[in-house]
């Protein structure tokens, strides 16, 4: 391989992984993000979920991890040192077979998942009280956000103690629909109404957060791939250094 290849190669490299660092303290943000976000459905599901704090726990040490790889990286790629640069290539080959067993995992695990988030979401409507906890902000942000009401549907909400438990017809303040009068609603709490049909939004937000997603998967699954390309081509760069580096390191050996 000609000098200009192996230059090429090596500033390659290390722009992977420049992208690699970034990526990892993305992951790292995200985690950060799931940990002390308020203001989501993230938030809900938290509070009762040990599951998801330990993603958010994991997420945050891959994204370290990919950082300092990433960095790593970059010095086995300038400074062309091969224990690092096969470091780093065991390291990717790791990181991408995990990538793929947790995407398997989730696949094969999502009723589970689905029927852990209903159970969740239907305990913080049953307790709901209009203090202003986390997990009920977090709720009534995502219910008016999304324009829906309950989880499944707005009957999810006829199980709540304070409304079961009221002589008024109450509802949840974040259901109202903003298009129906009266339109000075407060954006939590309990509000009130006379009317034989409450104002509020009828759609569940399964059926919401289902049609965001279906809506972006394009973007998804784009990030998605674009990071294991990214991966697969900093495992081909640094074994293709790596080898090169030996077979110098072979020719300057002094022959007898």
Not at 12 to 34: E, K, Q, V, Y
Not at 54 to 76: E, H, K, P, R, T
Not at 124 to 138: D, L, R
């Amino acid at each position: 391989m000609g000098k200009g290849c192996i230059a090429a190669t090596k500033y390659f490299l290390f722009f992977f992984n420049l992208i690699f660092f970034i990526f990892g303290a993305t992951i790292m943000g995200f985690g950060l993000w799931i940990l002390l976000d308020n203001q989501s459905l993230i938030a809900v599901l938290q509070d009762s979920s040990m599951v998801l704090k330990a993603v958010s726990y994991i997420l945050i040490g891959v994204g370290s991890f990919s950082m300092i790889l990433g960095f790593l990286g970059c010095l086995g790629a300038i400074y062309e040192i091969r224990c690092l640069l096969g470091l780093y290539f065991t390291c990717l080959l790791l990181i991408l077979l995990g990538q793929v067993a947790a995407a398997v995992l989730i696949y094969f695990q999502r009723d589970s998942l689905r029927t852990e988030t209903i159970e969740i979401v239907s305990q913080v409507i049953e307790t709901y009280t209009g203090q202003n906890k986390t997990a009920e902000q977090a709720w009534d942000y995502l219910q008016r956000t999304m324009q829906c009401c309950g989880w499944l549907g707005s009957e999810d909400w006829d199980v709540n103690h304070m409304i079961k438990n009221s002589s008024e017809s109450l509802y949840s303040c974040s259901c109202h629909n903003a298009s129906l009068q009266p339109f000075n609603v407060t954006d939590s709490g309990f509000c009130s109404d006379a009317s034989s049909k409450l104002p509020i939004y009828e759609t569940g937000c399964m059926d919401k957060v289902g049609s965001w997603l279906f809506t972006n998967y394009g973007i998804i699954l784009g990030i998605c791939l674009g990071v294991a390309v990214i991966e697969l081509l900093g495992m081909i760069l640094s074994m293709g250094l790596c080898k090169t580096v030996h077979q110098e390191d072979y020719t300057k050996v002094p022959k007898y």
